[in-house]
């Protein structure tokens, strides 16, 4: 089993839940190198994750990697993240989304909610650690993101299962947000700089710009390094 | 390289984590500067011990006795193989040493050095060797009692980059308390890992207190935080009511209210109460109206605009359906909403309960129809059981982030 600090490293360095910010390479690293393990040590660890923090009830990390980490047996589905109300919920179906606020678009976790309302108590971790326990088995395989992933955004959100208006300003930042996480994910073979700030996602609301980006990628020819969880 | 840094590699971490690792290493290499490279093994090795004896062997054949002797006494432990009595031993003055000049061979003196060693490996001597309960204690109850805090701000310990784990807790609690302050964590959050986020927190912590900044958290960063952080005292609940007395329940902040930027806000308090057998009921009501740059409506944060949350309450008082070994009962967030402008506020009223009206239809979640509740049992449908009103408080504010705007006006 891996120490425990690598353990607490892996999940703690899992994005949190704020769409402006979220790294989903953060996400697939962790779940590659923790779904190798036992069940039972790696439910362990969650726990004693858990329990170390100060912040227990603040866990939508640790809540998104279970998600992304488990697969519930028999038809069930996981349970909601009791962190709150989900931004730009409104319309959401959530059967198309059974890791919401999460979706897992060919292997890469996007953060489709950009973040939580609350007015009370987030519910512990525990809880779901708990299902994953009971009703759930470490997914078999690793995420293993497409060659170039820099569509995905897209795509997703010009599908049948998307939920919402795709017009529109509110629209434009929404898929601005979800190529920024897909630059973030890229990261080990092509660097933006500035990629980390919360509102780079503004810049690539601009179509040539995105373009631009999109070019850059295909020219490097990089793919996936299994080996090491990035790309190259 | 570290275990911890060729774990990084091996597992294709991200960039940032090895660089944080690095720059860990480097602070703590530099604090050997002008010393024997052995002398850090030397420090990291068990007080006694076959690696310790050989650690020192070497250094012997190398550097010679008196050297060897000389750094010994620099690193305040004793000969290998000896019995440790550290903290018996008289403690070296710090500065002042008539062998710094053995040791000017990079930016360190020794009393920096030795400065440095007693904070980062917590050897010390008995002068200074404190423990709770002696009258130098941390008051704030949100640290108070934390042995790995306690030590800090008896400076047996110190927070820095790189933690190990049973440094998790400690820093969690650190960076909680750096958040209310405003000193905020926004890309790992409270995760209990210092890295360098943390450190940057802590400098601006210790910049705005106007003590050394170096982003170090040692005895005197330990005890501005204590000073500073919010909840310094621990409120005295109110004695249980008498039959037909009056039920009091009252919030007290545990962290912020702080407005950040893009119309966010965060704030966290715990009930200070005499309420028994019952639950403690609040009335929310939200208003968030935002604006796109262009003046059409943003829709995407949609608080529930009215709904009721309970905490149940055992015959001690104490809150029983919810952990809350945060300290914190009641926590309201209103997310980042950038490139939008608008106003928001939100408004409570505090009541007791004798039992959950079951005609409310309370439910957690959605299944109480409130989600902005979290995990507590929530219905937008009123109760028909609500004492009188118990207390209130709210909170608002306009904001602004288009246009090149940051701002937010508190209402």
Redesign the interface.
Same mark, same amino acid.
């Given at each position: 089993m891996l120490e425990q600090k690598k353990v607490f490293e892996l999940i703690s360095r899992c994005s949190k839940w704020d769409g402006y910010t979220f790294d989903p390479g953060s996400y697939i690293r962790a779940v590659n190198i923790l779904h190798q393990e036992s069940k039972s040590e790696v439910i362990e660890q969650f726990r004693d994750y858990v329990n170390s923090l100060e912040m227990s009830g603040i866990g939508d990390n640790v809540f998104f990697l279970l998600r992304l980490l488990f697969e519930p047996e028999n038809g069930r589905t996981f349970p909601s993240v009791p962190m709150g109300k989900p931004v730009d919920s409104g319309e959401a179906n959530l059967a198309n989304f059974p890791l919401y606020p999460l979706a897992l678009v060919q292997d890469v976790p996007l953060l489709i909610s950009s973040g939580y309302i609350l007015g009370g108590k987030p519910g512990s971790p525990l809880g779901h650690i708990a299902f994953c326990e009971v009703n759930c088995q470490l997914r078999a395989k690793d995420l293993r993101p497409p060659e170039n992933p820099l569509g995905l955004a897209d795509e997703l959100i010009n599908s049948l299962i998307w939920y919402q208006k795709t017009e529109g300003y509110e629209g434009e930042e929404k898929l601005a947000t979800l190529r920024a996480q897909l630059l973030r994910l890229i990261r080990g073979a092509y660097q933006v700089q500035e990629v980390d700030d919360p509102d780079f996602y503004g810049t690539l609301k601009n179509k040539t710009v995105w373009e631009k980006h999109l070019e850059a990628f295909q020219k490097l020819k990089a793919s996936w390094d299994s080996t090491n969880n990035s790309y190259k | 390289m570290s275990v911890?840094a060729s =774990?990084h590699q091996e597992?294709?971490?991200?960039?940032h984590?090895i660089n944080e690792v690095q720059e860990q290493e480097a602070g703590r290499e530099s604090a050997f500067a002008g010393l024997p490279s052995q002398s850090l093994a030397l420090m990291r090795a068990p007080l006694a011990g076959a690696q310790r004896q050989n650690i020192v062997a070497r250094m012997g054949q190398q550097y010679g006795n008196r050297q060897l002797q000389r750094i010994l006494n620099t690193v305040q432990t004793p000969m290998g193989g000896h019995p440790t009595q550290i903290e018996e031993e008289p403690t070296q003055p710090i500065g002042g040493n008539p062998e710094q000049e053995e040791f000017q061979g990079g930016t360190s003196t020794r009393s920096n050095f030795l400065g440095s060693m007693a904070q980062s490996y917590g050897i010390l001597g008995g002068a200074v060797q404190r423990t709770i309960g002696d009258g130098h204690d941390l008051t704030n109850q949100r640290f108070s009692g934390n042995t790995l805090l306690e030590a800090v701000f008896d400076n047996e310990r110190v927070l820095r980059l790189g933690s &190990? *784990?049973d440094e998790?807790?400690?820093v @969690? @609690?650190v960076q909680?308390a750096l958040q209310d302050l405003g000193h905020l964590v926004?890309?790992?959050? +409270?995760?209990? +890992?210092f890295g360098a986020e943390t450190v940057r927190a802590v400098k601006a912590f210790q910049k705005k207190e106007g003590i050394a900044v170096d982003g170090v958290v040692g005895p005197d960063t330990m005890g501005h935080l204590d000073t500073k952080a919010p909840n310094g005292t621990a409120p005295v609940k109110p004695a249980a009511p008498a039959a037909g007395g009056a039920v009091t329940i009252d919030p007290v902040t545990t962290g912020g209210p702080a407005f950040t930027d893009?119309g966010h806000f965060h704030w966290r308090i715990r009930w200070n109460h005499n309420a028994t057998n019952g639950f403690i009921v609040q009335e +929310?009501t939200?208003t968030y109206n935002a604006q796109? $740059?262009?003046g @059409?409506a943003? =829709?995407?944060?949609? $608080? =529930?605009p009215h709904y009721f949350?309970a #905490?149940q309450v055992d015959a001690a008082g104490a809150i029983t359906d %919810?952990?809350t070994?945060?300290g *914190?009962? !009641?926590? #309201? %967030?209103?997310?980042?909403? $950038?490139?939008t402008r608008g106003s928001w506020s939100?408004d409570a009223n505090v009541f007791f309960a004798p039992s959950l009206d079951p005609a409310a239809g309370f439910g957690?979640? &959605?299944a109480g129809g &409130? $989600? !902005?509740?979290?995990?507590?049992f &929530?219905t937008t449908t009123k109760p028909a059981n609500l004492s009188p009103l118990v207390s209130t408080r709210r909170n608002g504010g306009k904001w602004n982030n288009t246009n090149g705007n940051n701002t937010h006006d508190p209402a």
């Open positions: - | 911890l =774990t597992q294709g971490q991200a960039e984590q &190990a *784990t998790f807790r400690g @969690s @609690s909680l926004p890309k790992f959050g +409270i995760d209990g +890992i893009a +929310i939200n796109n $740059p262009d @059409s943003n =829709t995407g944060v949609q $608080p =529930t949350e #905490w %919810i952990a070994s945060e *914190t009962d !009641d926590y #309201w %967030i209103r997310p980042r909403n $950038p490139n939100m957690r979640g &959605a &409130a $989600p !902005d509740a979290g995990d507590l &929530a």
